[in-house]
């Protein structure tokens, strides 16, 4: 079956630090791959997605290589700011496309 | 011109009533979602309906029943509320059998039980 891990939380980090939170996923086919954001108080947002083995998804300074022989999806920001405090939430979406599998969030804060 | 939209935002009511949460969406999209929030940020699937056909129905407790009256509307009643519910009610939206498509989600209804 399909199904994503997200590394657990919370992370603290301080402004303009490296940020890495792990994603590995199970799927039959050929998945398409997301990193959804979640400010507090709000709704998730679609952060960037990735819909084949290779493609890099990128916006706002994030970048997900989706890799396949490693079943990997990491998100990664060189230099994180406070604005950047979230919760992130990895998540593919099943062949079929409307069935969508979501990790369980890895909070970030980031410190001045 | 707000792509998902839940209502109410917030709602705080009495352990034993009955309340509904009604979601639109004016994306063109054919299928639409329920989740429910924890505490722990944990997003569980609840329902979800594809041209207001219910496809996926995870284990939720009957008390919970979706309506689907159109394709750009999910609603969502509950009976008899309990403590348990207390949670963020998440709706989303996506173009069903295009899995490079995303999902789209409302700012959340939280719902409290006194």
């Given at each position: 079956g399909n199904s994503v891990t997200q590394m657990e939380g919370p992370v603290t980090l301080s402004e303009e630090a490296f940020l890495t939170i792990n994603c590995t996923y199970t799927a039959t086919g050929y998945p398409s791959l997301f990193w959804y954001v979640q400010y507090p108080g709000e709704g998730l947002q679609l952060l960037l997605k990735?819909?084949?083995?290779?493609?890099?998804?990128?916006?706002?300074?994030?970048?997900?290589?989706?890799?396949?022989?490693?079943?990997?999806?990491?998100?990664?920001?060189?230099s994180v700011q406070v604005s950047d405090s979230a919760v992130y939430f990895c998540a593919l979406s099943g062949t079929a496309g409307n069935q969508f599998y979501f990790g369980t969030g890895t909070?970030?804060?980031v410190i001045p | 011109d707000t792509a998902v939209s839940q209502t109410p935002k917030y709602l705080v009511t009495q352990m034993g009533n009955d309340k509904s949460i009604k979601c639109e969406q004016n994306l063109g999209h054919d299928t639409m979602y329920w989740y429910k929030q924890d505490s722990k940020k944990f997003l569980k699937i609840m329902f979800s309906y594809n041209n207001k056909e219910l496809i996926i129905n995870e284990t939720v407790p009957n008390r919970f029943s979706p309506k689907s009256p159109d394709k750009a509307h999910?609603?969502?009643?509950?009976?008899s509320l309990e403590l348990g519910d207390s949670?963020?009610?998440?709706?989303?939206?996506?173009?069903?059998?295009?899995?490079?498509q995303p999902q789209h989600f409302g700012d959340g209804t939280r719902l409290s039980i006194l």
């Open positions: 990735a819909t084949k083995a290779d493609d890099k998804g990128s916006n706002k300074g994030f970048e997900a290589t989706y890799r396949k022989e490693t079943t990997s999806f990491h998100l990664e920001k060189g909070s970030l804060t | 999910l609603n969502l009643h509950i009976n949670a963020v009610y998440f709706c989303a939206s996506s173009q069903g059998g295009a899995r490079s």
